[in-house]
């Protein structure tokens, strides 16, 4: 079993930066992709990024790409986005994930855990 708890989310104006912190509790972490998710107001969850079990192998979703950045620290058992240049799209909450494989993959069902999710909210 394996819990996530989600931090670092708020309100930032656009073009400002944030950065998420996902804590995985469980002595396996190392043996878990990972990923972030988010789902903006009325809208469906949709991936964001994702890490595989060492960090050297990551995935954007294309709205993303060159502005957030995906990394592990397995010795601490954390996740963190590091999101840069934020728009008003970005808004949502996002959620961590993992999944009891050690490669990541961008299929929202292939994720065994979550966490509660962070609010993050970017202004014009």
């Known amino acids: 079993q394996v819990q996530l708890v989600e931090s670092g989310g708020g309100l930032v104006q656009a073009g400002g930066s944030l950065r998420l912190s996902c804590a995985a509790s469980?002595?396996?972490?190392?043996?878990?992709?990972m990923a972030w998710f988010r789902q903006p107001p009325g809208k469906e969850r949709e991936f964001v990024a994702a890490?595989?079990?060492?960090?050297?192998?990551?995935y954007y979703a294309d709205s993303v790409k060159g502005r957030f950045t995906i990394s592990r620290d397995n010795a601490h058992n954390t996740v963190t986005l590091q999101m840069n240049s934020l728009k008003p799209e970005d808004t949502a909450v996002y959620y961590c994930?993992?999944?009891?494989?050690?490669?990541?993959?961008?299929?929202?069902?292939?994720?065994?855990?979550w966490g509660q999710g962070t609010q993050v909210t970017v202004s014009s």
């Open positions: 469980g002595r396996t972490f190392s043996n878990y992709g």
């Open positions: 994930a993992a999944r009891a494989r050690p490669y990541y993959s961008a299929n929202y069902y292939s994720y065994d855990y």
């Open positions: 890490i595989g079990w060492g960090g050297g192998s990551t």
